[in-house]
């Protein structure tokens, strides 16, 4: 099961290949081989700028070099310790690494520095996944439902852990919730419909993968097979 979201950056690496050089001066003015385009510019030269460290991180992790990422996000917590997203970045890195329980930290802490964002809480929930602590994992789940109450990931994470203890009937209640939230998902819909089936609740079901057959955007049938 994978909660993890990693931004993709909207930079082709053939149009703007990053190259983040050491700091020139005492100034610490960043050396570039060209200005990026669009979001991506240089916002004020001269002063520190994580935000660049981040865009190489992310283009290093989608090309596998997670060394080379872990260096960016080192340096960028140098420059903003208090920014959470370079926490979380580090614990993609570490995921990557297999590494679980270092990643579980790294998310933690970015959970910590901005604990009103659910992709830091869904991470964390992941992890203790991961390391065998599911009661864990669960607990905070619950813990934190009804404060992201327009969250419909959080609530496929109760369905799922609820699913995890053949509990089909809780696992029905929370992916009841996230379709309500997200009613075009065609995932959600189908993980609801399954798990009503095993629930019992085959009339429950019929309609929903009735609405997923009549979606335009299923071109193989097949995969409905269940």
């Known amino acids: 099961m994978r909660l993890e979201t990693l931004v993709r950056t909207a930079v082709a690496e053939e149009e703007f290949e990053l190259r983040l050089e050491t700091f020139a001066d005492k100034g610490r003015r960043l050396e570039l081989p060209e200005q990026p385009p669009g979001p991506y510019r240089v916002l004020a030269v001269g002063e520190p700028a994580p935000q660049l460290h981040m865009i190489a ?25 208090n920014n959470p997203m370079p926490y979380y970045l580090l614990g993609v890195v570490y995921q990557r690494w297999q590494n679980f329980q270092t990643a579980h930290d790294y998310y933690e802490l970015a959970w910590q520095h901005k604990s009103d964002d659910v992709k830091y809480l869904l991470a964390v929930i992941e992890m203790d996944i991961s390391l065998g602590k599911a009661d864990e994992a669960e607990k905070l789940a619950q813990d934190k439902v009804m404060y992201f109450e327009d969250s419909s990931a959080l609530r496929l994470a109760m369905a799922r852990l609820r699913l995890m203890k053949d509990d089909y009937v809780g696992a029905c209640r929370y992916f009841a919730q996230a379709m309500v939230l997200n009613p075009d998902n065609l995932s959600i819909k189908r993980s609801y419909a399954e798990a009503l089936i095993s629930a019992g609740r085959y009339h429950d079901a019929l309609p929903l993968f009735e609405q997923i057959v009549q979606d335009p955007s299923i071109a193989d049938k097949s995969i409905l097979n269940v």
């Open 57 to 81: 991180a992310r283009v290093d992790i989608e090309k596998g070099s997670l060394e080379d990422a872990n260096q960016h996000l080192q340096k960028a917590l140098q420059i903003e310790p």
